[in-house]
């Protein structure tokens, strides 16, 4: 058997151990017996010293002109490029799901690099009118400072990357918390930014738990923000902490999402949606397609169909190019599924396939449960109201299209939802009246593409949204500027008048042509300072007029 690889924490551009010394395991859940690597133990004193590294670095960082911080960005999206099947591969070892779709993540990877590389030369702010003379009045993006990124297993270079690119450009300095079930991939992202030269303490990665450091970097006084991807439970705690220390924070959490298949849908296409959304990577989506609500016209027959495809998936390795959906990332989540059949049973809900572990074979070395579908699905059922996280999918007839967005909308959560239909109405007032934060027609649930702002409502967010330029909206505080000018008008108006004579456009609080004041300024091919009267000799820096030379190039062109 090959040697276990162990693997350190980044602090300050150096690779070290945790203070304390101990590791944890990261094991393959399509075959548990198998290390993927150890990672480091830490806590509250490797916290200490991340932020700290990450403190003394934003030092330099937020000065370095923001182009520059684009380049180190857009290297790091082409040496992620380069190693995309790599990668993809451990991806798929270390969390189970299907190679193709570990190759997507990586590729948001590379897609959200490239799109933040160019938001380095689009930091815009505003220069609007002042209502006061002589003000001048603009807005200006400024960093926020240190950033702690607390990020999920389910898409662990994706959604890293979508925090950690809009935190660089914008001036910021991070410290990556990655889940404990796939530290490897968010290795690999931070090795990538070291060797694209990413300066010593910009990015940290500190591995461990949930308790050990994530709660540590929240509560930690060095940290200004912190951006959260996971649990709407452990969200709300980030939130309690955050607000009770006036810190930022962004989180991205749960999803019970839902498709409606309307009575004029194509039932082919909305049968590869649903099933997509519901069984692609293994249900473990924020938003995956956990709720089927079904017109009754054709609710009988899509059920049928949906079954007989549901139980044709092929379950295994997702290393295998051929199986259609991996393993659930642990011993725990197969549990808390399980346990969720259990309470469908007891609700009255019909099941119709799966419901159970899939343990036959080579799939008894993993942490495999069958794609699993109910029926007769009552909207207020716990089946049809909590998030589950896995490969469970709840079916509830409705009579209309008021009564399907109705169900839709009667969830806590607010992030995705998608119509089938053939009727550009319907489609139009689903998309006004389902109140989640992205919309799908005759699509899917799930996906996202980085151009667009990704995120929900209700308690799936706090409003904020990751990806596309709003994402720098999170990682940037607005300063307002107002700068005066000190010039008196009416010390610069003979300067400027005189400059009229030669060509030069006049200023609008010059005198009259031919009144005179103060002596003229030399047209000879040397510059002439101007007498005292115009600031000469009370400490202020002499005025200057152009040479004749320049008075004529200046006429030319108009």
């Keep these: 058997m090959a040697e276990v690889k162990t693997y350190r924490n980044f602090i300050n551009g150096e690779w070290v151990t945790s203070t304390s010394g101990r590791v944890f395991e990261n094991r393959n859940p399509a075959d548990t017996s198998e290390i993927v690597g150890h990672f480091q133990d830490s806590g509250q004193e490797d ?86 003379p002589n003000k001048y009045a603009m807005s200006m993006r400024m960093p926020v400072g240190i950033c702690a990124l607390i990020t999920p297993w389910n898409f662990p270079i994706a959604i890293p990357s979508w925090k950690l690119m ?88 749960g999803g019970k999402n839902v498709i409606l298949v309307m009575e004029d849908a194509r ?19 924020c938003t995956a397609t956990s709720r089927a609500v079904v017109h009754k016209r054709v609710y009988d027959e899509f059920v049928e169909r949906l079954v007989e495809r549901a139980k044709n998936l092929r379950v295994g390795d997702g290393l295998d190019e051929s199986v259609e959906m991996g393993p659930v990332i642990n011993e725990g989540a197969a549990k808390k599924i399980s346990d969720y059949v259990q309470i469908g049973r007891d609700e009255g809900a019909k099941l119709l396939c799966g419901g159970v572990r899939l343990a036959k074979g080579e799939l008894g070395r993993g942490n495999f449960f069958a794609p699993t579908v109910f029926s007769d699905v009552e909207p207020e059922m716990r089946l049809a109201q909590e998030e589950i996280f896995g490969p469970v999918l709840s079916v509830i007839p409705c009579d209309s299209l008021d009564q399907a967005i109705e169900i839709g909308n009667g969830v806590k959560y607010g992030l995705s939802s998608a119509i089938y239909t053939q009727d550009v109405n319907k489609a139009f007032i689903a998309m006004r009246d389902l109140y989640t934060g992205i919309f799908y027609v005759n699509a899917s649930t799930i996906g996202a593409e980085v151009q667009l702002p990704f995120g929900g409502t209700k308690q799936t967010g706090n409003g ?55 002596p003229r300024c030399s047209q000879g091919d040397q510059e002439q300072r101007v007498s005292s009267e115009h600031g000469a000799g009370r400490g202020e820096k002499p005025y200057r007029c152009w040479p004749q030379s320049a008075h004529r190039e200046r006429r030319g062109s108009g």
């Excluded at 180190?72 to 190679?99: D, Q």
């Excluded at 330029?469 to 005066?484: M, Q, V």
């Excluded at 010039?487 to 005198?511: F, K, N, Q």
């Design 47 to 132: 916290v200490d010293q991340a932020v700290a590294a990450a403190r003394e670095a934003h030092r330099k960082w937020r000065l370095t002109p923001a182009p520059k911080r684009a380049e180190y960005i857009y290297k790091v999206g082409e040496i992620l490029s380069r190693r995309k099947e790599e990668y993809a591969r451990e991806m798929t070892r270390e969390m189970g799901k299907v190679l193709k779709e570990s190759r997507g993540d990586v590729q948001e990877g590379i897609d959200i690099a490239y799109y933040t590389a160019g938001e380095g030369r689009r930091l815009f702010g505003k220069t609007v009118p002042s209502e006061l």
């Design 267 to 285: 039932l082919d296409l909305a049968l590869d949606g649903v099933i997509w959304g519901a069984f692609g990577t293994t249900g473990q989506r």
């Design 464 to 518: 904020h949204r990751e990806a596309a330029d709003t994402a720098l909206d999170i990682f940037s505080e607005w300063k307002s500027r107002r700068p005066r000018s000190t010039a008196d008008p009416r010390r610069m108006a003979p300067l400027v008048r005189r400059a009229g004579e030669h060509g030069v456009i006049s200023h609008p609080a010059a005198p009259r042509w031919g009144e005179e004041h103060g």
């Design 166 to 253: 809009p935190a660089l450009v914008c001036g910021n300095t991070v410290v990556i918390k990655p889940a404990s079930d796939t530290p490897l991939s968010a290795y690999h992202l931070v090795k990538v930014c070291q060797e694209a030269g990413v300066p010593r303490g910009v990015v940290n990665l500190v591995t461990g738990s949930g308790s050990q450091v994530g709660t540590p970097l929240t509560e930690d006084p060095g940290v200004d923000l912190v951006s959260f991807t996971g649990s709407t439970e452990t969200g709300g705690k980030v939130a309690e902490i955050a607000a009770r220390l006036f810190k930022r924070c962004s989180l991205e959490m």
